[in-house]
Protein backbone atom coordinates (compact mmCIF):
# COMPACT_ATOMS: atom_id res chain seq x y z
CA UNK A 1 0.00 0.00 0.00
CA UNK A 2 1.35 3.57 -0.74
CA UNK A 3 0.69 6.44 1.66
CA UNK A 4 -2.49 7.55 -0.30
CA UNK A 5 -4.13 3.81 0.07
CA UNK A 6 -3.52 3.77 3.49
CA UNK A 7 -4.51 7.28 4.53
CA UNK A 8 -7.78 6.35 2.26
CA UNK A 9 -8.48 3.42 4.45
CA UNK A 10 -7.40 4.42 7.59
CA UNK A 11 -10.37 7.17 7.44
CA UNK A 12 -12.94 4.96 6.05
CA UNK A 13 -12.07 2.86 8.41
CA UNK A 14 -11.10 -0.61 6.63
CA UNK A 15 -7.81 -0.27 8.54
CA UNK A 16 -6.17 1.11 11.66
CA UNK A 17 -2.90 1.87 12.52
CA UNK A 18 -2.23 -1.29 14.43
CA UNK A 19 -3.10 -3.58 11.15
CA UNK A 20 -1.19 -1.32 9.38
CA UNK A 21 1.76 -1.83 11.55
CA UNK A 22 1.57 -5.95 11.81
CA UNK A 23 1.31 -6.00 7.97
CA UNK A 24 4.58 -4.62 7.47
CA UNK A 25 6.15 -6.45 10.38
CA UNK A 26 4.98 -9.33 9.50
CA UNK A 27 6.22 -9.00 5.59
CA UNK A 28 9.21 -7.57 7.18
CA UNK A 29 10.18 -11.19 8.95
CA UNK A 30 8.80 -13.22 6.31
CA UNK A 31 10.72 -11.81 3.46
CA UNK A 32 13.89 -11.09 5.52
CA UNK A 33 15.42 -14.40 5.71
CA UNK A 34 15.17 -14.27 1.33
CA UNK A 35 16.41 -10.49 1.55
CA UNK A 36 18.44 -9.53 4.34
CA UNK A 37 17.09 -6.27 4.25
CA UNK A 38 16.97 -5.75 8.04
CA UNK A 39 19.44 -5.70 10.73
CA UNK A 40 16.54 -5.25 13.30
CA UNK A 41 12.91 -5.41 13.51
CA UNK A 42 11.25 -3.26 16.07
CA UNK A 43 7.73 -5.34 16.30
CA UNK A 44 7.10 -3.80 19.72
CA UNK A 45 8.11 -0.58 19.54
CA UNK A 46 6.11 -0.27 15.81
CA UNK A 47 2.81 -1.88 17.58
CA UNK A 48 3.27 0.38 20.88
CA UNK A 49 3.59 3.47 18.82
CA UNK A 50 0.50 2.07 16.22
CA UNK A 51 -1.56 1.99 19.68
CA UNK A 52 -0.66 5.30 20.16
CA UNK A 53 -1.83 6.56 16.84
CA UNK A 54 -5.17 4.91 16.99
CA UNK A 55 -5.64 5.90 20.58
CA UNK A 56 -5.19 9.42 19.17
CA UNK A 57 -7.56 8.72 15.88
CA UNK A 58 -10.62 8.11 17.95
CA UNK A 59 -10.06 11.84 19.26
CA UNK A 60 -9.52 12.87 15.37
CA UNK A 61 -6.23 13.95 16.23
CA UNK A 62 -4.30 12.52 13.21
CA UNK A 63 -6.66 13.71 10.83
CA UNK A 64 -3.64 16.69 10.20
CA UNK A 65 -0.83 13.79 10.17
CA UNK A 66 0.13 13.84 6.71
CA UNK A 67 1.94 10.63 7.86
CA UNK A 68 0.02 9.13 9.62
CA UNK A 69 0.17 5.58 10.23
CA UNK A 70 2.55 5.30 7.80
CA UNK A 71 5.54 2.53 8.32
CA UNK A 72 8.56 3.68 7.74
CA UNK A 73 11.98 1.75 7.51
CA UNK A 74 15.24 3.69 8.50
CA UNK A 75 19.02 2.72 7.07
CA UNK A 76 21.11 2.05 10.06
CA UNK A 77 23.60 4.75 10.20
CA UNK A 78 21.00 6.98 11.18
CA UNK A 79 19.71 7.46 14.76
CA UNK A 80 16.62 6.19 16.15
CA UNK A 81 16.34 6.13 19.93
CA UNK A 82 16.46 2.76 21.53
CA UNK A 83 17.09 0.67 18.58
CA UNK A 84 20.74 0.09 17.48
CA UNK A 85 22.69 2.12 15.02
CA UNK A 86 25.77 -0.11 14.20
CA UNK A 87 26.01 1.08 10.32
CA UNK A 88 26.57 -2.52 9.27
CA UNK A 89 29.84 -2.41 11.09
CA UNK A 90 31.02 -4.45 14.13
CA UNK A 91 32.94 -1.99 15.83
CA UNK A 92 29.34 -0.19 16.51
CA UNK A 93 27.28 -3.49 17.30
CA UNK A 94 25.38 -2.82 19.87
CA UNK A 95 25.30 0.70 19.81
CA UNK A 96 22.47 1.99 20.82
CA UNK A 97 21.89 5.81 20.79
CA UNK A 98 19.96 7.72 23.46
CA UNK A 99 18.26 10.37 20.99
CA UNK A 100 16.59 10.76 17.29
CA UNK A 101 17.73 12.25 14.11
CA UNK A 102 16.02 15.21 13.10
CA UNK A 103 15.24 13.78 10.33
CA UNK A 104 13.37 10.60 12.76
CA UNK A 105 11.73 13.42 15.08
CA UNK A 106 9.67 14.87 11.91
CA UNK A 107 8.64 11.72 10.55
CA UNK A 108 7.29 10.50 14.41
CA UNK A 109 5.54 14.33 14.38
CA UNK A 110 3.95 13.46 11.38
CA UNK A 111 2.70 10.53 12.13
CA UNK A 112 5.11 7.84 10.99
CA UNK A 113 6.05 4.52 12.57
CA UNK A 114 9.39 3.17 13.02
CA UNK A 115 9.13 -0.57 11.59
CA UNK A 116 12.93 -1.61 11.83
CA UNK A 117 16.78 -0.61 10.57
CA UNK A 118 17.74 -1.38 7.74
CA UNK A 119 21.11 -3.19 6.73
CA UNK A 120 23.78 -1.20 4.69
CA UNK A 121 27.45 -1.02 3.74
CA UNK A 122 29.58 -0.63 6.36
CA UNK A 123 30.05 2.81 7.48
CA UNK A 124 27.94 3.57 3.93
CA UNK A 125 31.11 2.46 1.87
CA UNK A 126 29.84 0.64 -0.92
CA UNK A 127 28.03 0.28 -4.40
CA UNK A 128 26.24 -3.12 -3.25
CA UNK A 129 25.77 -3.84 0.17
CA UNK A 130 28.10 -6.35 0.01
CA UNK A 131 30.39 -4.80 2.72
CA UNK A 132 27.83 -4.90 5.18
CA UNK A 133 29.75 -6.94 8.40
CA UNK A 134 26.47 -9.09 8.78
CA UNK A 135 25.19 -10.49 5.58
CA UNK A 136 24.50 -9.34 2.02
CA UNK A 137 21.35 -7.45 1.02
CA UNK A 138 20.14 -9.79 -2.05
CA UNK A 139 17.63 -7.67 -4.44
CA UNK A 140 14.08 -8.97 -4.70
CA UNK A 141 13.74 -8.64 -8.91
CA UNK A 142 16.67 -11.80 -8.67
CA UNK A 143 18.26 -12.83 -5.21
CA UNK A 144 21.19 -13.60 -7.09
CA UNK A 145 21.39 -10.62 -7.50
CA UNK A 146 22.78 -7.21 -5.31
CA UNK A 147 20.53 -4.41 -4.71
CA UNK A 148 22.85 -1.41 -5.15
CA UNK A 149 24.16 0.24 -2.23
CA UNK A 150 24.99 1.56 0.63
CA UNK A 151 21.49 1.67 1.35
CA UNK A 152 20.41 -1.68 -0.29
CA UNK A 153 18.64 -2.33 2.82
CA UNK A 154 16.00 0.19 2.70
CA UNK A 155 15.77 -0.15 -1.17
CA UNK A 156 15.04 -3.79 -0.92
CA UNK A 157 12.13 -3.03 1.66
CA UNK A 158 10.18 -0.37 -0.50
CA UNK A 159 11.01 -2.76 -3.74
CA UNK A 160 9.17 -5.78 -1.97
CA UNK A 161 6.38 -3.96 -1.05
CA UNK A 162 7.14 -4.35 3.16
CA UNK A 163 7.37 -0.57 3.67
CA UNK A 164 6.06 2.12 1.37
CA UNK A 165 8.68 4.50 2.45
CA UNK A 166 12.42 4.38 4.16
CA UNK A 167 15.48 6.93 4.60
CA UNK A 168 19.15 6.37 3.14
CA UNK A 169 21.85 7.79 3.17
CA UNK A 170 23.42 9.37 -0.42
CA UNK A 171 26.86 10.62 -0.04
CA UNK A 172 27.94 9.42 -3.51
CA UNK A 173 24.84 8.01 -5.31
CA UNK A 174 23.99 5.59 -2.29
CA UNK A 175 20.30 6.53 -2.71
CA UNK A 176 19.65 6.63 -6.19
CA UNK A 177 21.98 3.87 -7.53
CA UNK A 178 20.06 1.54 -5.51
CA UNK A 179 16.87 3.00 -6.24
CA UNK A 180 17.31 2.33 -9.73
CA UNK A 181 19.07 -1.51 -9.19
CA UNK A 182 15.33 -2.19 -7.40
CA UNK A 183 12.96 -0.38 -9.56
CA UNK A 184 11.74 2.26 -7.20
CA UNK A 185 11.91 6.21 -6.43
CA UNK A 186 15.38 7.33 -5.00
CA UNK A 187 15.75 11.11 -3.86
CA UNK A 188 18.90 13.00 -2.83
CA UNK A 189 18.37 16.73 -2.09
CA UNK A 190 20.29 20.25 -1.88
CA UNK A 191 22.97 19.79 0.42
CA UNK A 192 21.48 21.70 2.73
CA UNK A 193 17.87 21.01 2.35
CA UNK A 194 17.81 17.96 4.86
CA UNK A 195 19.39 18.11 8.57
CA UNK A 196 22.14 15.84 8.58
CA UNK A 197 21.97 15.54 12.99
CA UNK A 198 21.83 12.40 14.31
CA UNK A 199 23.34 10.50 10.30
CA UNK A 200 26.44 8.89 11.02
CA UNK A 201 28.78 10.54 9.23
CA UNK A 202 30.96 9.49 6.54
CA UNK A 203 31.77 12.43 4.13
CA UNK A 204 30.23 15.11 6.15
CA UNK A 205 30.33 17.67 3.08
CA UNK A 206 28.92 15.04 0.50
CA UNK A 207 26.41 13.01 2.81
CA UNK A 208 22.55 13.67 2.82
CA UNK A 209 19.60 11.41 3.90
CA UNK A 210 17.37 10.64 1.28
CA UNK A 211 14.14 8.73 0.68
CA UNK A 212 12.74 5.67 -1.51
CA UNK A 213 9.30 5.87 -2.39
CA UNK A 214 7.51 3.36 -4.68
CA UNK A 215 6.57 6.72 -6.36
CA UNK A 216 7.18 10.17 -7.00
CA UNK A 217 3.87 11.43 -4.72
CA UNK A 218 5.09 9.49 -1.52
CA UNK A 219 8.61 10.74 -1.86
CA UNK A 220 7.49 14.50 -2.19
CA UNK A 221 5.58 14.56 0.83
CA UNK A 222 8.08 12.56 2.82
CA UNK A 223 10.73 15.19 1.61
CA UNK A 224 7.55 17.66 2.82
CA UNK A 225 7.96 16.18 6.52
CA UNK A 226 11.78 16.05 6.87
CA UNK A 227 12.97 19.21 5.14
CA UNK A 228 13.54 22.15 6.72
CA UNK A 229 16.20 24.55 8.84
CA UNK A 230 17.23 22.73 11.67
CA UNK A 231 19.19 24.67 14.45
CA UNK A 232 21.21 21.42 15.74
CA UNK A 233 22.80 21.28 11.56
CA UNK A 234 24.19 24.44 11.05
CA UNK A 235 24.94 23.04 7.48
CA UNK A 236 21.02 23.29 7.20
CA UNK A 237 19.62 26.13 5.13
CA UNK A 238 17.11 28.59 6.11
CA UNK A 239 15.12 28.31 2.81
CA UNK A 240 11.29 27.89 2.86
CA UNK A 241 9.79 24.14 2.33
CA UNK A 242 7.88 23.99 -0.10
CA UNK A 243 4.27 22.09 -0.92
CA UNK A 244 6.30 19.45 -2.62
CA UNK A 245 3.25 17.49 -3.48
CA UNK A 246 1.51 20.93 -5.33
CA UNK A 247 3.92 20.45 -7.73
CA UNK A 248 2.76 17.20 -9.50
CA UNK A 249 0.84 19.00 -11.98
CA UNK A 250 2.78 16.96 -15.09
CA UNK A 251 2.58 20.07 -16.61
CA UNK A 252 5.90 19.90 -19.20
CA UNK A 253 5.24 22.87 -21.22
CA UNK A 254 8.02 25.42 -21.53
CA UNK A 255 10.43 22.44 -19.91
CA UNK A 256 13.60 22.42 -21.26
CA UNK A 257 15.80 18.95 -20.38
CA UNK A 258 19.48 18.53 -21.08
CA UNK A 259 21.14 16.02 -22.34
CA UNK A 260 24.97 15.52 -21.33
CA UNK A 261 25.78 13.42 -24.86
CA UNK A 262 29.55 12.64 -23.49
CA UNK A 263 27.92 10.26 -20.47
CA UNK A 264 26.01 8.00 -22.95
CA UNK A 265 29.31 6.69 -24.67
CA UNK A 266 31.34 3.65 -23.69
CA UNK A 267 30.75 1.71 -20.52
CA UNK A 268 27.44 2.19 -20.69
CA UNK A 269 25.07 -1.08 -20.71
CA UNK A 270 22.71 -1.16 -24.26
CA UNK A 271 19.26 -1.59 -22.83
CA UNK A 272 19.71 1.00 -20.18
CA UNK A 273 21.18 3.63 -22.60
CA UNK A 274 17.96 3.14 -25.33
CA UNK A 275 15.53 3.00 -21.59
CA UNK A 276 17.13 6.44 -21.21
CA UNK A 277 16.68 7.59 -24.79
CA UNK A 278 13.44 6.26 -24.71
CA UNK A 279 12.59 8.59 -21.65
CA UNK A 280 13.68 11.65 -23.64
CA UNK A 281 11.83 10.96 -26.01
CA UNK A 282 8.84 11.19 -23.84
CA UNK A 283 9.72 14.23 -22.54
CA UNK A 284 9.59 15.28 -25.92
CA UNK A 285 6.39 14.20 -27.08
CA UNK A 286 4.68 16.01 -23.88
CA UNK A 287 6.22 19.09 -24.83
CA UNK A 288 9.63 19.64 -23.03
CA UNK A 289 12.44 21.06 -25.34
CA UNK A 290 15.76 18.41 -25.15
CA UNK A 291 18.91 20.60 -25.67
CA UNK A 292 22.37 19.16 -25.49
CA UNK A 293 24.40 20.50 -22.44
CA UNK A 294 28.81 19.87 -21.69
CA UNK A 295 29.66 19.05 -18.49
CA UNK A 296 33.33 18.89 -19.22
CA UNK A 297 34.89 18.09 -16.05
CA UNK A 298 32.80 15.12 -15.35
CA UNK A 299 34.92 12.54 -16.47
CA UNK A 300 37.12 13.39 -13.36
CA UNK A 301 34.44 13.27 -11.24
CA UNK A 302 35.00 9.63 -9.86
CA UNK A 303 38.84 10.70 -9.18
CA UNK A 304 37.64 13.49 -7.14
CA UNK A 305 34.72 11.89 -5.53
CA UNK A 306 37.40 9.02 -4.36
CA UNK A 307 40.15 11.89 -2.74
CA UNK A 308 37.04 13.89 -0.94
CA UNK A 309 35.72 11.23 0.42
CA UNK A 310 38.19 9.18 1.60
CA UNK A 311 40.34 11.98 3.44
CA UNK A 312 36.48 12.84 5.35
CA UNK A 313 35.98 9.80 6.06
CA UNK A 314 39.92 9.32 7.41
CA UNK A 315 39.12 12.34 9.83
CA UNK A 316 35.15 11.31 10.49
CA UNK A 317 36.42 7.11 11.38
CA UNK A 318 39.17 8.70 13.67
CA UNK A 319 36.93 8.26 16.64
CA UNK A 320 36.03 4.67 16.88
CA UNK A 321 39.16 3.28 18.79
CA UNK A 322 37.16 1.81 21.46
CA UNK A 323 37.62 4.21 24.27
CA UNK A 324 34.09 5.88 23.75
CA UNK A 325 31.57 3.66 22.84
CA UNK A 326 31.01 0.60 20.59
CA UNK A 327 33.67 -3.04 20.15
CA UNK A 328 36.93 -3.08 22.00
CA UNK A 329 39.47 -5.47 21.46
CA UNK A 330 40.26 -7.52 24.66
CA UNK A 331 43.38 -8.11 26.33
CA UNK A 332 45.58 -5.17 24.92
CA UNK A 333 48.21 -4.17 27.05
CA UNK A 334 49.07 -0.71 25.80
CA UNK A 335 46.57 2.28 24.79
CA UNK A 336 48.28 1.68 21.62
CA UNK A 337 47.51 -1.68 21.07
CA UNK A 338 44.06 -1.11 21.97
CA UNK A 339 43.45 0.91 19.19
CA UNK A 340 45.15 -0.89 17.08
CA UNK A 341 43.37 -4.18 17.70
CA UNK A 342 39.84 -2.44 17.78
CA UNK A 343 40.34 -0.43 14.73
CA UNK A 344 41.36 -4.15 12.82
CA UNK A 345 39.03 -6.16 14.57
CA UNK A 346 35.75 -4.09 14.30
CA UNK A 347 36.34 -2.34 10.87
CA UNK A 348 36.16 -4.51 7.42
CA UNK A 349 37.78 -4.38 4.48
CA UNK A 350 36.48 -1.74 2.28
CA UNK A 351 36.54 0.61 5.14
CA UNK A 352 39.96 0.09 5.94
CA UNK A 353 40.78 0.67 1.99
CA UNK A 354 39.23 4.34 2.26
CA UNK A 355 40.68 4.90 5.56
CA UNK A 356 44.21 4.06 4.42
CA UNK A 357 43.64 6.42 0.72
CA UNK A 358 42.40 8.93 3.03
CA UNK A 359 45.39 9.39 5.35
CA UNK A 360 47.50 8.93 2.75
CA UNK A 361 46.10 11.95 0.35
CA UNK A 362 45.83 14.29 3.31
CA UNK A 363 49.35 13.30 4.44
CA UNK A 364 52.39 15.87 4.09
CA UNK A 365 53.58 16.28 0.89
CA UNK A 366 50.57 14.57 -1.17
CA UNK A 367 47.96 16.91 0.47
CA UNK A 368 48.34 19.46 -2.76
CA UNK A 369 48.82 16.94 -5.34
CA UNK A 370 45.51 15.06 -4.65
CA UNK A 371 43.46 16.37 -1.92
CA UNK A 372 44.30 20.20 -3.02
CA UNK A 373 43.56 19.22 -6.63
CA UNK A 374 40.47 17.38 -6.09
CA UNK A 375 38.95 20.26 -4.22
CA UNK A 376 40.07 22.82 -7.31
CA UNK A 377 38.22 20.14 -9.62
CA UNK A 378 35.07 19.99 -7.54
CA UNK A 379 34.76 23.69 -8.28
CA UNK A 380 34.83 23.52 -12.16
CA UNK A 381 32.73 20.33 -11.99
CA UNK A 382 30.27 23.66 -9.57
CA UNK A 383 30.50 25.38 -12.48
CA UNK A 384 30.03 23.47 -15.25
CA UNK A 385 26.77 22.21 -14.02
CA UNK A 386 25.58 26.25 -13.23
CA UNK A 387 26.36 26.67 -16.91
CA UNK A 388 24.30 24.08 -17.87
CA UNK A 389 21.60 24.95 -16.06
CA UNK A 390 21.75 28.39 -17.35
CA UNK A 391 20.87 26.30 -21.11
CA UNK A 392 17.48 24.04 -18.85
CA UNK A 393 16.15 23.01 -16.30
CA UNK A 394 16.82 19.79 -15.28
CA UNK A 395 19.45 17.32 -16.80
CA UNK A 396 18.73 13.75 -17.84
CA UNK A 397 21.28 10.90 -17.15
CA UNK A 398 21.72 7.57 -16.57
CA UNK A 399 21.07 6.38 -13.25
CA UNK A 400 23.39 3.29 -13.05
CA UNK A 401 25.51 2.17 -16.02
CA UNK A 402 23.93 -1.01 -15.56
CA UNK A 403 21.34 -2.89 -14.27
CA UNK A 404 21.94 -4.93 -11.27
CA UNK A 405 25.15 -7.53 -11.16
CA UNK A 406 25.33 -10.73 -9.30
CA UNK A 407 26.95 -11.13 -6.15
CA UNK A 408 30.21 -11.61 -5.63
CA UNK A 409 30.59 -10.39 -9.53
CA UNK A 410 32.94 -7.27 -8.40
CA UNK A 411 34.05 -7.95 -5.16
CA UNK A 412 37.47 -8.56 -6.02
CA UNK A 413 37.34 -5.42 -8.23
CA UNK A 414 37.43 -2.04 -6.22
CA UNK A 415 37.76 0.14 -9.35
CA UNK A 416 34.98 -1.73 -11.23
CA UNK A 417 32.77 -1.37 -8.14
CA UNK A 418 33.51 2.35 -7.90
CA UNK A 419 32.50 3.30 -11.26
CA UNK A 420 28.98 2.55 -10.66
CA UNK A 421 29.14 5.57 -8.75
CA UNK A 422 30.03 7.27 -12.42
CA UNK A 423 26.56 8.94 -12.68
CA UNK A 424 25.62 10.40 -9.42
CA UNK A 425 28.95 11.21 -7.83
CA UNK A 426 28.71 14.86 -9.41
CA UNK A 427 25.38 15.55 -7.67
CA UNK A 428 26.55 15.06 -4.38
CA UNK A 429 30.38 17.24 -5.18
CA UNK A 430 28.19 20.13 -6.50
CA UNK A 431 25.82 19.76 -3.66
CA UNK A 432 22.55 19.70 -6.06
CA UNK A 433 19.61 17.44 -5.97
CA UNK A 434 18.59 14.22 -8.08
CA UNK A 435 16.09 11.77 -8.20
CA UNK A 436 16.17 8.50 -9.07
CA UNK A 437 12.95 7.32 -11.32
CA UNK A 438 12.50 3.71 -12.95
CA UNK A 439 12.19 3.92 -16.77
CA UNK A 440 12.28 0.36 -17.79
CA UNK A 441 12.97 -3.39 -17.70
CA UNK A 442 16.26 -4.82 -18.97
CA UNK A 443 15.98 -7.77 -21.51
CA UNK A 444 16.62 -9.97 -18.37
CA UNK A 445 13.64 -8.56 -16.68
CA UNK A 446 16.01 -6.26 -14.19
CA UNK A 447 14.77 -2.60 -13.46
CA UNK A 448 16.22 0.39 -14.89
CA UNK A 449 16.62 3.94 -13.59
CA UNK A 450 16.77 7.19 -14.91
CA UNK A 451 18.07 10.64 -13.07
CA UNK A 452 17.30 14.04 -12.96
CA UNK A 453 19.49 16.47 -11.89
CA UNK A 454 18.45 20.33 -11.27
CA UNK A 455 19.64 23.61 -9.68
CA UNK A 456 20.08 24.06 -6.22
CA UNK A 457 17.08 24.13 -4.57
CA UNK A 458 15.13 22.55 -7.81
CA UNK A 459 13.38 19.31 -5.88
CA UNK A 460 10.09 20.78 -7.25
CA UNK A 461 10.71 21.19 -10.43
CA UNK A 462 12.36 17.65 -10.39
CA UNK A 463 9.51 15.98 -8.66
CA UNK A 464 7.24 17.38 -11.55
CA UNK A 465 8.94 16.18 -14.41
CA UNK A 466 9.49 12.61 -12.77
CA UNK A 467 5.93 12.71 -11.90
CA UNK A 468 5.09 13.68 -15.55
CA UNK A 469 6.97 10.56 -16.74
CA UNK A 470 5.26 8.51 -14.14
CA UNK A 471 1.62 9.37 -15.80
CA UNK A 472 2.91 9.04 -19.42
CA UNK A 473 4.66 5.70 -18.81
CA UNK A 474 3.69 4.02 -15.85
CA UNK A 475 6.27 1.49 -14.10
CA UNK A 476 3.30 -1.13 -13.30
CA UNK A 477 5.97 -4.07 -12.71
CA UNK A 478 6.69 -5.92 -9.71
CA UNK A 479 9.59 -8.11 -8.43
CA UNK A 480 9.20 -11.54 -7.54
CA UNK A 481 10.16 -11.28 -4.29
CA UNK A 482 7.44 -9.37 -2.21
CA UNK A 483 4.91 -8.87 0.42
CA UNK A 484 2.28 -8.54 -2.17
CA UNK A 485 3.32 -12.60 -3.50
CA UNK A 486 3.62 -13.62 -0.04
Known sequence: ?????????????????????????????????????????????????????????????????PLGAVPVAVKDNICVRGLQASCGSRILGGYHPPYNATAIERLRDAGAIIVGKTNCDEFAMGSSNENSAYHPVR???????????????????????????????????????????????????????????????????????????????????????????????????????????SELTGDMRDARIGVPRELFGAGLDADVRASVEAAIETYRALGAEVVDVELPH?????????????????????????????????????????????????????????????????????????????????????????????????????????TAFLLGEKTDDPLAMYLNDIYTVTANLAGIPGLSVPCGLSQAKLPIGMQLLGPHWSEPTLFRFAHAYEQAQPFDARPPVSAEEQ
Open 139 to 245: NPWDTARVPGGSSGGSAAAVAARIVPVALGSDTGGSVRQPASLCGIVGVKTTYGRVSRYGLVAFGSSLDQIGIFATNTADAALTLSVIAGRDPRDATTADTPVPDYV
Open 298 to 402: AKYAIAVYYIIATAEASSNLARYDGVRYGFRAEESHTLREMYRRTREEGFGAEVKRRIMLGTYVLSSGYYDAYYLKAQKVRTLLKQDFARAFERCDAIITPTSPT
Open 1 to 65: MNIETIRTRLAGGELDARAVAERALTAAEELNETLGAFLQIDRAGALARAGELDAGRQGDESSAQ
